[in-house]
């Protein structure tokens, strides 16, 4: 019998997921990854997955499904992968996707070791994307969700061929409506709890504070710019804005004005008009590619910039082992360096990296 380790947030997908594998008949563990004490993160109580109470609701629903419940502490790793990354990017003029480091370095890495340690063969998450082998390609592929609404497949390119081989997504091919059907069905007592939007470390979306609290840094004021080098008015901070921010500068404008670029060397804002935040291209390293080991030639592709954009029509060449550089037919806005440039061919995920 084949057995799989369930990473189970507290959430409903991956309660369902776990349901759906037990049901298929593998040998279940489920357990919860513990990332960060609310203390950590300067939270009282938390409603961010892996939370206290999500471990409560986790450990409700196996012993619904009668299957065994373990809480793994990997607050190492995540301080040290994770949020250290998080703050390191912000520090450095760069947006940064935690969610994806956090599938890389401890879901799909942490998590795929302490598998192979109890020697089990799969790795199961509530993650809405498809896993398939492709006789074709000879390789495992990664393609988008049935449920486009819910599709995490942006977030999931970092999946190495070796982690794809023992990672089953069972909600792949589900909508979110159909979930929560079975959820009800079964009792589970997280059949209608909400989603988690933010970043679990900073719940609040206070992400400025949450740095500062953190680090206990102060950030330094420094002069908002036009493209000209004319002084606007005072930041609060280089930290607390990002590319394309237009609200929340605290400053009276004649006309809207938006963030296009961060001089960290001189802790300067750099303002623009909207149309000064459209490029046609961009440079991306921490390469992973799936659907093949080498770019050999310019390719056509559909790459998007950031999880909620819909992709683009774009050509993509690879410079070498590790970057890449693509040109988008139209022009896109708000580039963001730090962020995720994924690419996909129809469904099917090509491969990502880091803008740079």
């Known amino acids: 019998m084949k057995k799989a380790l369930i990473a189970m947030s507290g959430g409903v997908d991956s309660s369902v997921a776990a349901f759906l594998i037990k049901k298929t008949g593998y040998d279940s563990i489920g357990i919860t990854m513990k990332l ?8 009282e109580k ?12 986790a450990r409700a629903v196996c012993n619904k499904l009668n299957i065994p419940y373990y809480v793994f502490n990997f607050r190492d790793s995540f301080n040290d992968q994770v949020i250290t990354r998080f703050i390191k990017a912000y520090e450095n003029g760069s947006t ?3 969610c994806i480091d956090c599938n890389r370095y401890i879901k799909f890495d942490r998590l795929m070791k302490r598998m192979k ?30 449920d486009d609404t819910k599709d995490q497949s942006y977030v999931l390119y970092s999946l190495t061929q ?10 792949g091919k589900m909508t979110k ?4 059907l079975l959820a009800e069905e079964n009792g589970f007592i997280n059949a209608k709890k909400h989603d988690s939007q933010d970043i679990c470390f900073v719940p609040n979306g206070k992400y400025a504070e949450f740095i500062e609290q953190y680090t206990g840094k102060k950030y330094k004021n420094g002069d908002f710019t036009d493209k000209n080098g004319n002084v606007l008015g005072e930041h609060k901070g280089i930290i607390r804005y990002t590319i394309g921010q237009r609200k929340g500068l605290g400053l009276a404008l004649p006309e809207p004005m938006y963030v296009c670029e961060k001089d960290l060397e001189n802790n300067k804002v750099i303002l ?25 030639e310019p390719m056509r592709i559909n790459a998007k910039v950031r999880y909620n954009q819909k992709e683009q029509p774009a050509v993509v060449t690879q410079l070498s082992d590790d970057k890449i550089h693509i040109i988008f037919d139209e022009p896109q806005r708000a580039i963001c360096k730090g962020q995720a440039v994924v690419m996909y061919d129809g469904d099917v995920v090509v491969g990502g990296g880091t803008i740079i």
């Open 36 to 43: 960060y004490d609310n203390d950590d993160i300067g939270e």
């Open 46 to 57: 938390s409603n961010t997955c892996c939370s206290l109470s999500d471990i409560e609701d």
């Open 96 to 98: 940064p996707n935690p």
């Open 117 to 146: 340690e109890l020697e089990m063969d799969y790795v199961v998450t509530g993650h809405y994307a498809v896993i398939e082998y492709s006789e074709e390609l000879k390789r495992y592929i990664l393609k988008k969700a049935l």
């Open 162 to 171: 070796e982690q794809l081989k023992h990672t089953l997504f069972p909600l």
């Open 177 to 180: 409506n159909e979930v929560r």
């Open 272 to 296: 623009g008009k909207n149309e000064d935040l459209f490029s046609k291209e961009l440079f991306a390293n921490e390469l992973n590619l799936i659907t093949t080991d080498r770019i050999k």
